[in-house]
């Protein structure tokens, strides 16, 4: 028997199709995340755990951070650095520069690719800073949605263990929540596993609300069956309802309308099914296809919670999925989180370090068992998970001591924020957050922490307002700071960390005071939030004027203001700041839209027909957002009762959805109505 190959970990490179990311949109996001979990929590079987962890730790903002929405559709080859791990058994690869994306895993013994790996890079709006994409493992930290730094690079390391072994290590500063949190990757060496540990450390001195989900892309396919141990789960659809439900089946067996939804191609409509498990020392998941084989994910007691999302197959879930990748690459999704759903957040406290490990490889159970009746099935799979050492692996690297581990090389440095952080706490004579373990040197701070520098030492620069900031803060930390240094751009910030805090009444004062030091367009843009928030629909337009007055070239902005407009039921002035827009920006998919909107407003049902029929392409649609098939609908349903004389009501509504369906192009609808 030939000797077992020692793990490796090399700096490497993917080529493939992507769209460019684009430039982040330079407007601090003030307003509401517009939670698309938002839920009741009074619904069907809610214990008081549950209760309060659903309530618990919502943001409003995803502020410090800005939205990252100026990608396109386009597709062109493109390099992404990649992190490789790999011995004589397993391979995995990790896009580094895109928030440490476990992006394949391989089982060399089989040859078998054990997730969904995405042929392209193809960003779409389906995380809490809009870019998202589909494929392979994605770590989430922050609060409920796609973690901030999905589509950022992390701190990326060489490791070497006490034993001689090589690891991996990913790391950053998570500036939502002010965490730290670690990723070591590792190749069991007895076992054809990789093995995940993750580090969560709350540096501050009060509790944190914390939130982490590993979410598990895997092929789709109608052989394949996930299973994990429970009978029951908490279902969470589009339509907003979160209730305890039977799993697998649904619907009522004595109808004969009882479907197993541990097949997803089974389901019409897109759905989460958090499982009720009960507390375990190694929980796990599995999505196992017809010869009983497939990828599991198994871990530590605290990752606690298990998943399973699915799109469903109704024609707009079909396209969802079209949407994300470039042919058919169907895919569904198995996680594994801290709480039970991801519609809840814990309570982490001061000074606490949360430490857990995950293993993910290859299940082999008997094929009869694993789509037999589920009890069977659970037991078969239970089978072919301890079949692969992984909950001895699990316990060995929980006992580890991590205390040895040296960082051999430095593969990536990501961003300054980590030693902005520590320069601010050496200023306010707290402990440092840099540790041996996740240092965050001084050389890493760029050009989005210079302001931030200069404020701490009181020295800052005078600044073109027509230049877009940087970056910003929420942490109540830098209030003071900000507050002891003078400028525009110093009451700019002073607006939106008050704003952060939801001093809504504090913001808009500092923001007056910015403008009165030097007009600038983003102090007025934010008055206009301010003014919305307010219900003044006319000062809020007003100071998108003045806004735009100083920011024509800022698409964002122009996109805000002429929604802002026909919000406001002034469609024909939205009309009139479209037709002043230069090309490039009429041309943008969200204006266009608007445009088609505000026509159907006014009455100009020939031009909103003639903008769908040439094609409205909004490059960063929401997920769940209803804009393209609503407007599609209304359209439809206007020119029936213009045509036949009638008004609009719910007859000649139902009749133009039942008549004229959305085309594919514009139909993104994840649940099918009765």
């Not at 990790?94 to 013994?109: A, E, N, P, T, Y």
């Not at 939205?574 to 204006?591: E, F, H, M, P, Y």
């Amino acid at each position: 028997m030939s000797a077992h190959t020692p793990t490796t970990v090399r700096l490497d490179e993917l080529v493939m199709p992507s769209a460019e990311l684009g430039e982040t949109n330079p407007l601090p996001p003030l307003g509401s995340s517009g939670d698309l979990h938002a839920t009741d929590v009074e619904g069907d079987g809610l214990d008081d755990e549950l209760r309060f962890g659903l309530t618990y730790g919502k943001v409003d903002t995803v502020l410090p951070y800005l939205l990252q929405d100026g990608y396109g559709r386009e597709l062109r080859a493109a390099r992404h650095p990649v992190a490789v791990l790999e011995d004589d058994r397993m391979r995995a690869e990790f896009l580094i520069g895109l928030g440490g994306r476990l992006w394949s895993l391989v089982d060399k013994r089989t040859g078998r690719e054990l997730l969904h790996r995405n042929p392209v890079f193809r960003p779409a709006n389906l995380a809490l800073r809009n870019a998202w994409f589909a494929g392979g493992v994605e770590w989430n930290l922050g609060t409920t949605g796609h973690w901030p730094l999905t589509c950022s690079p992390l701190h990326t390391v060489r490791v070497r263990r006490a034993d001689g072994t090589e690891a991996l290590r990913m790391y950053e500063y998570e500036r939502m929540r002010g965490l730290v949190v670690r990723i070591d990757a590792s190749l069991a060496p007895d076992a054809p596993l990789l093995v995940v540990s993750v580090t969560i450390t709350n540096p501050r001195s009060v509790e944190v609300p914390v939130y982490w989900w590993s979410n598990i892309a895997v092929p789709e396919r109608d052989d394949v069956r996930v299973i994990t141990p429970a009978d029951s789960a908490y279902r969470f659809g589009y339509e907003g309802v979160l209730s305890r439900v039977p799993f697998p089946q649904a619907g009522d067996p004595a109808a004969d309308g009882a479907i197993d939804r541990s097949y997803t191609t089974r389901s019409t409509d897109a759905a989460d099914y958090f499982f009720e498990l009960d507390r375990a020392r190694t929980p796990w998941i599995t999505a196992l296809d017809e010869t009983g084989s497939g990828l599991f994910q198994a871990s530590t007691a605290r990752l606690r919670g298990r998943k399973l999302f699915f799109w469903g197959t109704g024609a707009g879930s079909a396209h969802w999925q079209r949407w994300l990748t470039e042919g058919e690459h169907p895919y569904l999704e198995i996680q594994a989180g801290l709480a039970r759903t991801q519609l809840e957040h814990l309570p982490m406290p001061a000074g606490a370090e949360w430490t857990w490990s995950e293993a993910y490889g290859l299940a082999e159970g008997d094929a009869g068992s694993v789509h037999s009746a589920w009890q069977q099935a659970v037991g078969a799979a239970a089978e072919a998970v301890a079949r692969t050492s992984a909950p001895e692996v699990l316990a060995r690297e929980d006992a580890r001591d991590d205390s040895g581990d040296r960082i051999e090389e430095v593969l990536q440095r990501a961003s300054g924020w980590g030693a902005l952080e520590d320069a601010r706490r050496a200023r306010a004579g707290e402990p440092s957050l840099s540790s041996a373990a996740t240092p965050f040197p001084a050389s890493d701070l760029g050009p989005e922490q210079e302001w931030w520098v200069g404020a701490l030492q009181q020295r800052i620069a005078d600044v073109d307002p027509l230049a877009a900031p940087l970056s910003y803060q929420a942490d109540q930390a830098w209030a003071p700071i900000v507050a002891a240094n003078d400028g525009w751009l110093a009451r700019l910030h002073e607006g939106a960390i008050a704003a952060a805090q939801g001093r809504w009444g504090s913001a808009a004062d500092a923001w007056r005071e910015s403008i009165e030091q030097r007009d600038n367009g983003w102090a007025w843009r934010n008055l206009a939030l301010a003014a919305m928030r307010d219900g003044d629909g006319d000062t809020a337009a007003d100071a998108y004027s003045r806004a735009r007055a100083h920011l024509p070239h800022v698409l964002q902005l122009s996109i805000e203001a002429s929604g802002q407009l026909l919000a406001a039921d002034r469609a024909s002035d939205s009309l009139t700041l479209i037709a002043g827009l230069d090309a490039g920006q009429r041309a943008n998919g969200r204006i266009r839209f608007i445009e088609a909107r505000a026509s159907l407003a006014v009455g100009d049902i020939e031009r909103c027909g003639a903008l769908l029929d040439q094609g409205i392409e909004i490059a960063d649609l929401k997920e769940g957002e209803s804009s393209l098939d609503g407007l599609w609908l209304d359209y439809q349903t206007t020119r029936l009762a213009a045509e036949e004389g009638v008004p609009i009501d719910d007859a000649v509504r139902e009749r133009a959805s039942r008549g004229f369906p959305p085309p594919e192009r514009y139909d993104f609808r994840m649940r099918v109505e009765d």
